[in-house]
């Protein structure tokens, strides 16, 4: 029970950006004390990569902190038991742990739902996407697009996440819900695990919170669903006896609830505006592919053993997340982040990984879907004419959802 308590600690503190100074307390304290323990006890170098969200996901910090809390779990849980050894039962504790994940558990989904229900946790599969090799792509990424291609899946898996969490909030659904989340949490963890994708922890932990509610019901469970016996009706008891802190508290459960709501809805919506299928796209956005390519003046020909010589350019993202993509005779693919200015029409390369490697090249539009760049590539004079790829050359890109097919 402890366990779960200091690993969804300390929502939920967290989950509002305006009560983001009083959690900070907490993460920095385990920012600090995380990398010590991983390095004197565990010899393991739990560094901070994403400051409040490592301990969920599935790096040596998150790792550590995993161990942490089970070795101060067991240490407490131990200690109260031989202190309290008289006590025969903890129904009142257990109600309110309870409580306290049925929200948590809430959070997330109404968080994971609500990015599929207005589409943006995976992306549309876009020009950069369709240009690699199903060869290049990591498990991650093409889990992603299988998830991404389709925004008609995504907002049915969506759906059924907030739907879990609606019946979460409620003590008497609160077996619907948890059995819901524990069949999306159940399928998330196995996609994690199969395609690397690195919050495996978390979603197992998630999973586990979800079989955990279910397990309060299992003996109703069990005699409906197994042995064929009547199920007598659940029976509450209220967290608070005093009628006028119940209905404060059952108020401040209220306000938590459209809360989280509210404040999950409007992330959904600004995340897919800002990243997400309604994001618009950058200048210059598409596949080009070079018709001729001049390098000091001369005329270079495609040979598949030039390395220099560009065979096709792909701008994608959107305004906070441009990149360039040059594609070379030999097929070797160097990524850039990329820059399009449409008033001075110059467009920026800048390699992510070596500062130094910093092109600008100008750029005209000398016909329909054409594009000539002018400039410098390592210390060369060049001049590249492209045509404008059509995306609906790539089936993904051209076939949409249908009812029938003919």
């Known amino acids: 029970m402890l366990y779960f308590f200091l690993y969804c600690f300390p929502f939920p503190l967290d989950a509002f950006d305006f009560l983001a100074p009083v959690a900070k307390p907490y993460y920095n304290f385990i920012d600090w004390l995380i990398p010590i323990i991983g390095k004197k006890y565990f010899h393991l170098n739990a560094h901070i990569a994403f400051p409040g969200f490592d301990k969920v996901d599935d790096s040596y910090y998150g790792l550590v902190f995993m161990y942490l809390i089970l070795i101060v779990s067991l240490a407490v849980a131990l200690l109260w038991s031989i202190l309290d050894r008289k006590r025969k039962e903890y129904e009142k504790l257990y109600e309110w742990l309870r409580l306290y994940l049925r929200y948590f558990l809430a959070a997330y989904l109404f968080g994971y739902g609500f990015v599929k229900v207005f589409p943006s946790q995976f992306e549309d599969i876009t020009a950069s996407r369709l240009t690699m090799t199903v060869g290049d792509q990591s498990p991650m990424l093409l889990a992603w697009n299988f998830m991404g291609y389709s925004p008609v899946l995504m907002k049915l898996n969506g759906g059924i996440e907030v739907i879990a969490g609606l019946f979460l909030l409620f003590r008497r659904t609160t077996t619907m819900g948890a059995i819901l989340s524990a069949c999306t949490f159940g399928f998330i963890m196995v996609m994690d695990f199969c395609f690397n994708v690195p919050v495996r922890l978390l979603a197992s932990h998630l999973l586990l919170i979800s079989l955990f509610l279910i397990a309060g019901d299992s003996r109703r469970l069990l005699n409906v669903f197994v042995l064929n016996k009547p199920a007598v009706a659940a029976t509450y008891r209220p967290f608070i006896n005093h009628p006028v802190w119940r209905k404060a508290f059952s108020a401040f459960l209220i306000l938590l609830a459209i809360s989280l709501l509210y404040s999950t809805i409007i992330k959904g919506i600004d995340a897919e505006r800002s990243f997400g299928r309604k994001a618009p796209r950058v200048p210059l956005y598409g596949v080009y592919d070079a018709v001729y390519f001049l390098r000091n003046n001369d005329t270079i020909p495609a040979l598949e053993t030039d390395s220099l010589r560009w065979k096709q350019l792909v701008i994608d993202g959107v305004s906070w997340n441009q990149a360039g993509i040059i594609r070379f005779s030999t097929g070797k693919r160097n990524s850039f982040t990329a820059e399009a200015d449409t008033l001075k029409h110059t467009l920026t390369l800048q390699s ?23 400039g410098l590539w390592k210390k060369d004079s060049i001049e590249i004419l492209m045509n404008k790829y059509n995306l609906d050359n790539y089936i993904l890109h051209r076939e949409k959802f249908k009812w029938i097919t003919d």
């Open 352 to 374: 992510p990984s070596d500062t130094t490697q910093k092109y600008l090249f100008h750029y005209s539009i000398p016909g329909k879907d054409q594009i000539l760049l002018k």
